[in-house]
């Protein structure tokens, strides 16, 4: 499977307990922090809640 790269740049402050939750459940506690992931179906449902956060590369 291919990996991802996660990393938070925008502030998770004034967002909602569930984004924040899925934020902690990738990985990530702190701002510009980066993450690698596994590429699969309950990571990317995850990462399309909090995307507008995150930057995100494909790498192999």
Known sequence: MSKLR???VVSK???TKRQIA?????????MHQTVEIEKNPVSMGQ???V???CK????D
């Open 6 to 8: 996660i990393t938070q």
């Open 51 to 53: 995307a507008h956060l």
């Open 47 to 49: 990462l399309a809640k």
């Open 22 to 30: 899925n934020l902690r459940c990738l990985g990530i506690r702190k």
């Open 13 to 15: 402050n004034g967002e």
């Open 56 to 59: 995100v590369e494909e790498i």
